[in-house]
Every structure is written in structure tokens, then in C-alpha cells.
């Protein structure tokens, strides 16, 4: 274990290290680098610390470099085959090496494991951090995998260990850089580690957040480069959180596949033609322009929403005539197969743009060759969220942040940050249409709900990902123009052909709850981890 240390407070430490003397897994070796600590508590508890258990080892720096240093400083002297990075005011679960041993054991491939984490609050209370599963695109708006992690330090050793000019987010550079060669990262779903929220920590402090903040921006710059992912980072939303701004390749042609019936409905209280609105909103409001509008019309569509259409869309505008009882999922494949352009959006027509550069964000995420389905953010009439991608509670599928304010990141700011879900809402997804076409479109035994899930679910298991977007933004005025009542009959049918997949956390990993609303969880914090061996 890798553990820092400068003038910590000497109770937090005492609780440091007696979290990891109480560690179920006896084969262990914790280096604590004292970086040159001035307090005289801190210097004592180091020296109880040092004679407690001979598996501990105290290294003291005679000037201070800072925490890469005497972080670069523990990996040097470590002898483990894995490194296991701990902070010197936090705590262990008792398990916490046994579960990350058990995971390394199941997997030789396996050089990366974060686990959940347990926000230790200043007055005792806790509440999980529930991560979701390996998420790349997460990583690079956010720090979230975080505590604990552990590296295998051959891995460790090839990246360089820890990088000068990253103090604050030393740690967000150096797991960029390690799950960047990692051939398998493996996350375990127990939070096994307790981050004490200390508003006097070095990050989170006036000019030195702001410079850690810097810092994990330079970072995140730094991994898209190396990656060769042409992008600008951006502060983002919230502290800690970035935006990454990529570019699009080219300018490829993109199909808008929007089904519509052409009737009026009220929005905002006043009566209007939604399909009308939409693609008024996408041509008048985009700074991307290269999109045909496959408009796919129920018979009874009014003439005159088909020539205003048209008198606003000229030769852009295919218009297919839909005769048929309503089935959504047949309708957007009649749209997708008359074009010929290389992506396709699946849309709504009571869907309303907001920001002008909603597409290029969706589009440059669509181009990465693994990436299946990219999502939007999409707000209901009252600006709250309607969908902020998919995710599974209990086998039944739902929208993640459903009801939450749209300028609320919601729990560790999931809200706020691009990250891989486990599918996207049919009211807006883009998707290339090869890769739509592979798993022969929409399945039209879904002909209302759950076309998306379904279509989510054949891709998934091409090894395609699913990745959502806030940077791309959209009113939904959810089913003014069809029924949205789902019944039992079509969640029975989603569950007799994905029962094991919906039910299965490793297949739809990116499963993440929202544990903010509950009441947080007390614990014996002090009882249960007082430090009788080290003499205080």
C-alpha cells in the first residue's frame, strides 16, 4: 500500500493505518512517505505507526516535494507485485485487500481494480459511491474510479509511475495513464474504502483546488492526445469535471428518421404542430447542416404539414407515406431503409433543439469505431431531465436521473459528465446505419416501448458501447402525439428474450443508482477501528 503523508491530522492517521493493520488478507507491506511533515502530532503518530507492525514501513523525505514525490518515492521502495494507493487521512473496509486479491486471482489478465467507495461526511455519516462499471468515456470527464485502486506494478513501472506537474491530480494522470496499456480493468461492486470529505484536504482549499482542478484538465488533455482523439478539455460543470470537446472527421451526410402522425398538440400553453416545430428547430438552430429529414407520415398527417415541410426543407426532405396501424419500430425502418447516408438519428417529432451545436458533440462520439448508440440529454417542458440514458433496476429498464433538475449534476455529478450507459432512449439516438442494419434495424415485435432496450441489447453483444451526452441538449416533449402506456404483454416479451441480460450486472455494466435521496448510513467509525495497537 502507497500512503503519503504530510502533516496529517494525527487522529485520521492513527485510523489510516489501524484500518490497514485490521485487514482480513495478512500478505501485505504499507509504505507511508512522510514528505517532510512540520507537525509535531503528525511526526508522533508516524513514529507509533512505524513500530506498531514490522509490515509497515515509515519513509521521511528531509524537504518537502510535494505528493508525486513522495508518492514516486513509495512505489520505488515498494516489493508487492501490486500497488494499492491510499490516502493518509481515509480508511479500509477490513475486506478491502481479500476482495481485490480475490478479483486479481480470477483473471491473470487483469492489471487494473477500483472498487465502490463509502464519502466518510465530517459527521460520521456515509454514503456509498455505487460506480458503475469500466467507463472510459467517464474517465476522461471524471476521477471517478478513484478509491480503491490498484495497479500491478509492472504496469505501474511502464507508464513512468507518477508525473511532476500533477500534484492534486496526480493520481487522475497516473490511472489515465495505466488504463490506457491495462488489458483488463476489473471493478468490484463493494464500496471497500472510506474517502473522508475534509474541507481542508489540499484539494479542495482556495488557489490549490484551482490548481488541482488545472491539473486534471492538463491530464485529461494529455490522454487525448496520446490516444491520437482530436479534442479540446474544457473545464466543466462542476469542480473536477471536464468537457471534452471532440472533433468531427469530415463531414458525413446524416439521416434524421423522425416517425409523425402531423397532429397539433399544446406546448408551453399554446397550441402548435410538433413535427413542424422539431425539424424547424434542427434547420434554423444547427451549426451542423448536413442531414436529410426522412419524415415517415401516418395517412392521416395533414396536407398542409406536408408542403410547409417541404417549403422548409426543400430537397432535403424524403417523405414516406405510413399506411399501416402504428408500429414505431416499423416505421424507423422504412425510414433508415431509404437512405443511403451514413448515420442515422432516430427522432421524435415532439422534440425541440436547444443549444445550436447539439449535433457535432453526438457525432464526433459516433465516430469512434466502437461506440454503438450516442444519447442527449433531453428535458422535459418544465426543463427537468427526461432521460440521461438507460440503466436496469432489477431487471426493468428505466431512465437514468428521471425527474432531476437539469442544472443539478445529481450524485457525483453524473449529470454532468459524457459516460458510457446501457442504451439510449429511441427518442434521439444517432447510430451508424451499417451498424444498424447488422442486427436487422428495430424489432418489430417491439412495435411501441422497448424497441430501444431491445436494439441496445443486439449491439451490446457486437462489442459495441453506448455513450451519453450532456453536451447536446434537447426539449422532449414526451408522447404528445402517440399512447405511452406500456403493458405487461411488451415487458413480459423484453423479458423473455433478454431475462438473463437484464438481470445480470456484468452484462449491463453500466448500472449506476442514485443513493443521494436516502438517508445516509451511520457507522461506528471510531468503535471500529480504534487504534489500540499503536498506543493511543
Not at 463509502?118 to 470527464?141: A, M, N, V, Y
Not at 471534452?244 to 399554446?270: C, E
Not at 461506440?371 to 426493468?396: K, P, W, Y
Not at 452484462?507 to 443513493?515: A, H, S, V
Request: proline share 5%; aromatic share 10%; charged share 25%.
Amino acid at each position: 500500500m502507497i500512503v503519503p503523508v504530510f502533516n496529517t491530522d494525527p487522529d485520521f492517521l492513527h485510523y489510516c493505518v489501524a484500518s490497514i493493520i485490521d485487514q482480513e488478507l495478512s500478505e501485505w507491506e504499507a509504505i507511508l512517505v512522510d514528505d517532510a511533515s512540520t507537525r509535531l502530532e503528525t511526526l508522533n503518530a508516524l513514529a507509533l505507526a512505524d513500530r506498531a507492525d514490522p509490515r509497515i514501513r515509515v519513509v521521511r523525505h528531509e524537504a518537502n516535494g510535494g505528493i508525486v514525490r513522495a508518492s514516486n518515492t513509495a512505489l520505488a521502495v515498494a516489493n508487492g507485485e501490486w500497488l494499492v494507493l491510499v490516502d493518509h487521512d481515509d480508511a479500509l473496509e477490513p475486506s478491502a485487500l481479500l476482495e481485490i486479491q480475490n478479483a486479481i486471482l480470477s483473471d491473470e489478465l487483469v492489471d487494473y481494480v477500483y472498487t465502490n467507495e463509502f464519502h466518510l461526511q465530517p459527521d460520521g455519516t456515509t454514503i456509498e459511491f455505487k460506480k458503475p462499471d469500466w467507463s472510459p468515456e467517464r474517465l476522461r470527464s471524471q476521477m471517478y474510479t478513484c478509491h480503491i485502486s490498484a495497479v500491478r506494478r509492472s504496469l505501474s513501472e511502464s507508464v513512468g509511475g507518477f508525473r511532476d506537474g500533477f500534484d492534486g491530480a496526480q493520481d487522475y494522470d497516473y490511472i489515465l495513464r495505466v488504463t490506457e496499456r491495462a488489458r483488463r480493468v476489473r471493478h468490484i461492486r463493494k464500496p471497500l474504502y472510506y474517502w473522508r470529505v475534509n474541507p481542508a484536504s489540499f484539494s479542495q482549499v482556495g488557489e490549490t483546488r484551482n490548481q488541482s482542478f488545472e491539473a486534471g484538465r492538463r491530464a485529461v488533455q494529455d490522454h487525448c492526445d496520446r490516444l491520437g482523439i482530436k479534442a479540446h478539455v474544457e473545464h466543466g460543470d462542476a469542480g473536477g469535471v471536464y468537457r471534452v470537446k471532440r472533433q468531427v472527421n469530415g463531414y458525413p451526410r446524416v439521416a434524421l428518421v423522425v416517425p409523425t402522425r402531423g397532429s397539433d398538440a399544446i406546448v408551453w400553453g399554446r397550441s402548435t404542430t410538433p413535427i413542424i416545430d422539431c425539424l424547424r428547430s434542427v434547420r434554423m438552430r444547427s451549426s451542423y447542416q448536413n442531414f436529410e429529414y426522412v419524415v415517415v407520415a401516418d395517412g392521416s398527417t395533414p396536407s398542409t404539414v406536408r408542403r410547409e415541410l417541404h417549403s422548409l426543407l426543400g430537397d432535403d426532405l424524403t417523405w414516406i407515406d405510413y399506411h399501416k396501424p402504428f408500429n414505431f419500430s416499423d416505421k424507423i425502418n422504412l425510414g433508415v431503409a431509404s437512405t443511403e447516408a451514413e448515420y442515422v438519428l432516430l427522432l421524435n417529432d415532439d422534440t425541440v433543439v436547444i443549444n445550436h451545436d447539439w449535433f457535432e458533440p453526438m457525432l464526433a462520439l459516433a465516430q469512434e469505431p466502437d461506440v454503438g448508440t450516442i444519447g442527449n440529454m433531453l428535458l422535459f417542458e418544465d426543463s427537468r431531465l427526461q432521460c440521461a440514458g438507460h440503466m436496469f433496476i432489477e431487471g426493468n429498464p428505466t431512465h437514468v436521473s428521471f425527474k432531476e433538475p437539469s442544472d443539478d449534476g445529481g450524485f457525483a455529478s453524473i449529470n454532468f459528465v459524457n459516460r458510457e450507459v446501457s442504451g439510449n432512449t429511441g427518442a434521439c439516438f444517432l447510430v451508424r446505419r451499417s451498424t444498424f442494419l447488422s442486427v436487422g434495424g428495430l424489432s418489430l415485435r417491439f412495435g411501441n416501448n422497448y424497441n430501444d432496450v431491445d436494439f441496445a441489447m443486439k449491439i451490446s453483444r457486437l462489442g459495441f458501447r453506448h455513450v451519453w451526452t450532456p453536451q447536446s441538449k434537447m426539449f422532449h416533449f414526451e408522447s404528445l402525439t402517440r399512447d405511452p402506456t406500456v403493458t405487461g404483454s411488451e415487458l413480459n416479451d423484453l423479458h423473455d428474450r433478454w431475462s438473463r441480460e437484464l438481470h445480470d450486472e456484468k452484462w449491463t455494466f453500466p448500472i449506476e443508482l442514485d443513493f443521494s435521496s436516502l438517508p445516509p448510513r451511520r457507522i461506528p467509525f471510531h468503535a471500529k477501528w480504534r487504534p489500540r495497537r499503536l498506543g493511543a
